[in-house]
């Protein structure tokens, strides 16, 4: 016979048995905070458009030294333009058109190219400063947070709307411009914009909305100064508006990416990635972005052709 199995001292002496341990609590959950891109394509742009300075100034139609032009021989011939003819310190109008200045006349003759060239010239050295000072106090803190690749598409198309803003406002043909001044103000746009679409994860919502107002409002009075091209302030800065809805859209407050979960952990009322109203702006910013484009650079082509065809007399 086998033997009996051993009684628990608790029953023997008439105890209940322990109720068993609770199990380990988890440890609190924390997502991890999220690591600032590395901001280089910025700098790279602010070489560039130095780069290209030095370039245009090498390249540079001055007169003789009877003219009184400042002439500065680094690396061979550095020369700028009389300071009666350009208070900017900057090349002669001749250089800026031969490479790449933003004319209505030759964008309507095939040149189309100079919608996009005319944003990496300057008409001057303080031009040049004021802008990259700009750039970089708006655009190292853009890239930092969303990336070379979104801020670099976002330079370039905002710099694209205010050269086509600044066709379509020139009726003679007879405006010669350049400069990054249009882009920056899409980088301006494209903060209130984010501002807007992301208002769950800010703090200080109202003065937050407030300075950037303000910001903004005192950079576009500059361009009532005489010859100052505010129409291509104007287009970067709505070109960077609707577009800064498309691709600065943050997950709202509370969402939680599901691969920072761990395995097991049960997150309860999980919350989308973004609200119903960001989806409307974006879809909403994207057909307003693409009609103005498409309308605005047909207008230019159809202008062109009308003025192109001979006007026939009806008898």
């Given amino acids: 016979m086998g033997k009996r199995p051993p009684i628990p001292p608790d029953i023997e002496n008439g105890t209940p048995p322990l109720p068993p341990l609770p199990p380990p609590a988890r440890p609190p959950f924390r997502p991890p905070i999220p690591v600032p891109w590395y901001a280089w394509l910025v700098p790279l742009i602010f070489a560039a458009n130095f780069i290209t300075f030095a370039t245009t100034m090498y390249v540079n139609d001055c007169p003789s030294r009877s003219d009184n032009c400042l002439l500065f021989d680094v690396l061979g011939r550095l020369s700028f333009q009389p300071i009666k003819e350009n208070m900017l310190l900057g090349p002669s109008i001749p250089t800026l058109r031969r490479l790449g200045a933003l004319e209505r006349r030759l964008v309507e003759e095939g040149e189309k190219w100079r919608l996009i060239s005319c944003i990496w010239l300057h008409g001057g050295l303080l031009h040049l400063l004021a802008n990259m000072i700009s750039l970089l106090c708006i655009g190292m803190r853009l890239e930092q947070e969303f990336g070379f690749l979104r801020i670099g598409a ?14 379509l406002t020139d009726s003679r043909g007879e405006r010669v411009s350049v400069g990054a001044s249009g882009a920056l103000f899409g980088l301006l746009g494209a903060m209130l914009s984010e501002l807007i679409t992301n208002w769950t994860i800010y703090e200080n919502k109202c003065t937050s909305l407030m300075t950037l107002i303000l910001i903004i409002a005192l950079n576009l009075s500059v361009g009532f100064l005489p010859r100052v091209d505010n129409s291509a302030h104007c287009g970067g800065f709505l070109a960077g508006f ?15 990416n599901p691969k920072y979960i761990p395995p097991g952990y ?5 919350k989308s990635r973004h609200k119903c109203y960001q989806h409307v702006f974006r879809f909403t910013s994207l057909a307003i972005l693409l009609a103005g484009f498409i309308v605005g650079y047909t207008k230019l082509l159809r202008e062109h052709t009308v003025k192109s065809v001979p006007f026939r007399d009806v008898n």
């Fill in 242 to 256: 609707f577009l800064g809805f498309v691709l600065l859209l943050r997950p709202q407050y509370g969402y939680v």
């Fill in 154 to 167: 976002l330079y370039v198309i905002s710099g694209l709307g205010g050269s086509i803003m600044s066709c």
């Fill in 266 to 270: 049960d997150v309860k009322h999980r």
